[in-house]
């Protein structure tokens, strides 16, 4: 069982940054490919960005393409998510997820962390 902890939330203004991190106890975190999904209030939940296991390949969701980054430090076994430009409309509950060795554009994740609220206010 893959045990991930995000952290990093908070509330915001429209226009400001947030770091969000995801980490894992996983020694073998290298061999799964992460991504971050984030469910807004009322909504389904939806894919935002993921990075290959590797870290050679990512995908973004069109609506925070250019705003948005994915990064990782196999070393630190943690995957971040950069949150720059962040508009009310971002606001969610925001989960990291892993699968082991998947594509950047497969959806099946196989274990969830508990989330960490993002609130962006205008």
């Known amino acids: 069982q893959v045990q991930l902890v995000e952290s990093g939330g908070g509330l915001v203004q429209a226009g400001d940054s947030l770091r969000l991190s995801c980490a894992t106890s996983?020694?073998?975190?290298?061999?799964?490919?992460m991504g971050w999904f984030r469910r807004a209030p009322g909504k389904e939940r939806d894919f935002v960005a993921a990075?290959?296991?590797?870290?050679?390949?990512?995908d973004y969701a069109d609506s925070v393409k250019g705003r948005f980054t994915i990064s990782r430090d196999n070393a630190k076994n943690t995957v971040y998510l950069q949150m720059n430009s962040l508009k009310p409309e971002d606001t969610a509950v925001y989960y990291c997820?892993?699968?082991?060795?998947?594509?950047?554009?497969?959806?099946?994740?196989?274990?969830w962390g508990q989330g960490t609220e993002v609130t962006v206010v205008s």
């Open positions: 996983e020694r073998t975190f290298s061999s799964y490919t």
């Open positions: 997820a892993a699968q082991k060795y998947g594509s950047v554009r497969s959806r099946e994740y196989h274990y």
């Open positions: 990075i290959r296991w590797i870290g050679d390949s990512t």
